[in-house]
């Protein structure tokens, strides 16, 4: 720009000459494209920033001895990891304390994955923050310069007579290929950004499914251990109550009833009674 600018007839010189409604529509442009800047420096900081996470809480996990024994405390800034980890613990505690049998289990394990769908669900809509922006610049930006390249065109041909100088042509002119090029100049790097990132975002759901996945196998792996521990608990207890039973010193025996006296023979009734 800076040497365009020192030749004769640079850059400005045709911002210069173009009308106010070419103005009107490189200026949008030029927003355009500083929001699509904006926009790929912080979409991509942000993937790196959740990976990072990703990744440091995945090696702490694995040093766990217990994911449903884990807390988070509430409020706190949680990364995608850890915020499927907490809707399971979450889901696991309304269970707490009644898993004995396999069907205990198997309906714990239903509410567990429910809620690692969600988490899943709700992750997927921070991973796809600002892609939406990016793809509307990608369509957006060339649609904007075509209408700049028309408007041009359309004053061009306004200005077209028998007598018609350079000047008289130059703004047409000057609009159509400054916002044509600036409507090229938000797209192109607006497409080679949004395919980078979305490659990224696909991958890290590839990454959150599988986690997910690892997720759910080890919390129904612990649950089917807790539940095998309170049944054994469960049957100690009731064979030391037994046990208790047995020794404890028997009831003395209560006095026999005394026998029923048979009625005389010649109570009226007593035989269709019998």
């Known amino acids: 720009m800076l040497v365009l600018a020192d030749a004769e007839k640079g850059a400005l010189w045709y911002f210069k000459q173009m009308d106010t409604a070419g103005l009107a529509v490189a200026g949008v442009l030029l927003i355009c494209s500083f929001i699509g800047w904006g926009a790929m420096i912080q979409k991509w900081s942000d993937v790196q920033e959740l990976r990072r996470r990703n990744h440091a809480f995945e090696r702490r996990l694995r040093d766990e001895a217990s994911v449903v024994a884990l ?24 269970h707490k304390g009644r898993l004995v049998r396999q069907s205990d289990v198997t309906l714990c394990m239903g509410h567990v994955e429910n809620a690692i769908q969600r988490g899943v669900a709700r992750t997927m809509v ?23 390249t028309v408007w041009g065109v359309m004053v061009t041909f306004g200005a077209l007579t028998e007598k018609a100088s350079i000047a008289q042509l130059a703004p047409g002119v000057c609009g159509a290929l400054v916002t044509t090029t600036l409507g090229l100049l938000v797209a192109i790097p607006a497409t080679f ?69 048979e009625p005389p023979a010649a109570l009226p009734g007593w035989e269709d009674a019998q």
């Open 71 to 94: 807390n988070f405390p509430r409020g706190s800034n949680l990364g995608p990891y850890e915020f499927l980890v907490a809707e399971a613990v979450s889901a696991v505690q309304r």
């Open 126 to 148: 921070k991973y796809e923050d600002k892609m939406v922006l990016l793809s509307s610049l990608v369509s957006g930006g060339p649609f904007l310069g075509l209408l700049g």
């Open 193 to 261: 950004g949004y395919n980078y990132l979305l490659t990224q975002v696909k991958i890290m759901t590839t990454e959150l499914d599988n986690f997910a996945s690892s997720l759910a196998d080890r919390v129904e792996l612990e649950l089917e251990g807790e539940a095998r521990r309170n049944f054994e608990a469960a049957q100690e207890r009731e064979r030391l109550l037994r046990a208790a039973n047995v020794a404890a010193p028997a009831a003395p025996a209560a006095a026999p009833a005394p026998a029923a006296t």
